[in-house]
């Protein structure tokens, strides 16, 4: 079994079904990528699988465990990290208040963690006393994915973690989720940057609504003709 399994995952809003089947797998240490058109469903299905959408159907399962039920705090506990796309940071604390916050589950020494994040993400060391909200949107998304982190997540979960952000800091930030990936944390992400993104991914997820239309290796995926003509621009 993957290490996130969350399989045929049906749900919504009210009584309308935005997810109708909908399947996604990560296996210790891979990036997951699910791209699609607007409206596909692509973070109503990150939300069902943090639990912040309720499912008429399917399971989720963490490391061999079915957390279905369990709560968004309690799927923290268990693991996951998430990180929205807005948002995402307390903008009149500090950077370093920020990531503490991130700990607030922990009851141990988080500071190694905390040097660990700085190390990722060096700039936030040289701006560690300022507020977040002062910070470019570029270094607030450091922020949220460095808080993320801060509560050791076996699964980080990223929604369109490059929105507004200039290509230049995109490919950084991308080069940054590698290396929290190397280090055998799982990835799940929703991208807009389809094509950029399929280059670092493990497995992508093409979704159309609410459903899995293509699923296959980030290069595969690249290399198909229709997903290129379809969804990548050509």
């Known amino acids: 079994m993957s290490y996130l399994d969350a399989s045929n ?42 639990g912040m959408l309720p499912l008429r159907g399917g399971s989720v399962m963490l490391d061999g465990t079915d957390i279905t039920a369990m709560s968004p705090q309690d799927r923290v506990k268990k693991g996951m990290g998430f990180v929205p796309q807005v948002n995402n940071v307390f903008p009149t604390m ?25 190390t990722l993400f060096p700039i936030l060391k040289d701006k560690r006393h300022q507020n977040a909200g002062e910070l470019s949107g570029g270094q607030r998304q450091q922020v949220a994915v460095g808080r993320a982190l801060m509560t050791q997540p076996k699964l980080l979960m990223l929604d369109e973690p490059t929105a507004g952000v ?14 929290v990936a190397r280090t055998g944390i799982s990835i799940l992400m929703v ?21 899995n239309r293509y699923t296959d290796t980030g290069k595969a995926l690249l290399a198909d003709p229709e997903v290129r003509r379809t969804f990548l621009g050509g």
Do not use: W
């Not at 940057?193 to 459903?211: K, M, P």
């Open 166 to 179: 200039s290509p230049i800091v995109m490919d950084e930030l991308f080069d940054r989720i590698i290396e």
């Open 94 to 118: 500090s950077v370093e208040e920020n990531l503490e916050m991130g700990a607030f589950i922990r009851d141990d020494d988080f500071h190694d963690t905390m040097e660990q994040v700085y």
């Open 191 to 211: 991208e807009q940057n389809a094509r950029q993104a399929l280059e670092i991914a493990d497995r992508g997820y093409v979704l159309v609504q609410g459903t």
């Open 9 to 50: 995952m049906t749900g919504g809003y009210g009584r309308a079904d935005i997810l109708h089947g909908c399947t996604l797998t990560v296996e210790r240490g891979q990036i997951a990528v699910i791209v699609g058109p607007n409206g596909a469903g692509k973070s109503t299905a990150m939300k069902a699988v943090f």
